[in-house]
C-alpha cells in the first residue's frame, strides 16, 4: 500500500528566478548577507471581504496569512530559521466590520544566520498592478525576484537551477506515481504559518517573539 503524502501548495517555490536565488543562498554566492526585504503591496476591496475572507475564524488572518503567506514562505525559504520576530498588524484601508483581521501588516525579523529582514504585507495599495518582490544583498551582491535581480560587485556568478516539477500538478504526479517528495511537504508548510502567527502574537502582546513558538 502506498504511503500517504501531505503537499502544500506554495506554487512560486517552482519559479525559476526563485530557485536560483535558493541555490544562490545555498552556495553563499552573497558572502555575508545583510537584509533581506519582503514587500507585497496588493489592492482588495470591501466587497472582496464579504464572507469569510479576512475572518480570524476561517481565514486565519487578513494580507499576511492569505495573500502574503506565500511570499513569506519564500522569505523563510530563502534565508533559513528564523530568530525572532517583532511585528504590528491592523486595518487602514477597509471596513472593519467586513475586514475583522489585518489589511495591512509589518516586521521586523531576525534570522538564526545574523541578517535582518523585513516583511510588508497589505491590501491596501491602490495602484493598478500588484507589487510582490523579495531583495536580499549581502557583501558580494543583491538578487532579488519581480523585479528580477542579479548584480555583483564582481562577475556575476553562474547558478545552476536544479532540475524539477515546474508547478504543483507536476510535482503531484511525480509524489504519486514515483513517491517523489513534494517540494512543500508538511513540515515545511508550517514555518511560514508559525512565523505569520509570530507575527500576529508579537503585535498583540507588544513584545519581540522568540521562534520557534512553544
Known amino acids: ?50 464572507g ?4 480570524w475564524r476561517y481565514d486565519g488572518g487578513g494580507s499576511a ?8 514562505d519564500l522569505l523563510q525559504w530563502f534565508m533559513g530559521p528564523v530568530d525572532s520576530v517583532i511585528g504590528h498588524y491592523g486595518v487602514y484601508g477597509h471596513d472593519i466590520y467586513h475586514c475583522e483581521a ?30 510582490s518582490m523579495i531583495e536580499i544583498h549581502g557583501e558580494k551582491g543583491v538578487v532579488g525576484r519581480a523585479p528580477e535581480v542579479w548584480e ?27 513517491g517523489a517528495k513534494p517540494a512543500v511537504d508538511g513540515y515545511e508548510g508550517r514555518k511560514s504559518v508559525e512565523l505569520i502567527q509570530a507575527i500576529y502574537k508579537s503585535a498583540r502582546e507588544g513584545r519581540e517573539i522568540k521562534l520557534p513558538l512553544s
Open 1 to 50: 500500500m502506498r504511503k500517504s503524502a501531505l503537499m502544500v501548495d506554495f506554487g512560486e517555490r517552482y519559479g525559476a528566478q526563485n530557485k536560483k536565488i535558493r541555490r544562490a543562498m545555498e552556495q553563499n554566492v552573497l558572502g555575508k548577507v545583510y537584509l533581506a526585504e519582503l514587500r507585497m503591496k496588493w489592492y482588495r476591496a470591501n466587497s472582496y471581504y464579504v
Open 52 to 55: 469569510w475572507h479576512g475572518t
Open 65 to 72: 496569512s492569505n495573500q502574503g503567506v506565500h511570499f513569506i
Open 102 to 131: 489585518e489589511d495591512t501588516a509589518a516586521a521586523i525579523v531576525k534570522f538564526k544566520s545574523g541578517a535582518l529582514g523585513t516583511i510588508l504585507t497589505t491590501t491596501t495599495y491602490n495602484r493598478k498592478g500588484n507589487l
Open 152 to 178: 555583483f560587485v564582481d562577475e556575476a556568478p553562474e547558478v545552476e537551477i536544479p532540475e524539477g516539477p515546474s508547478n504543483v500538478i507536476q510535482d503531484a504526479i511525480a509524489v504519486i506515481k514515483d
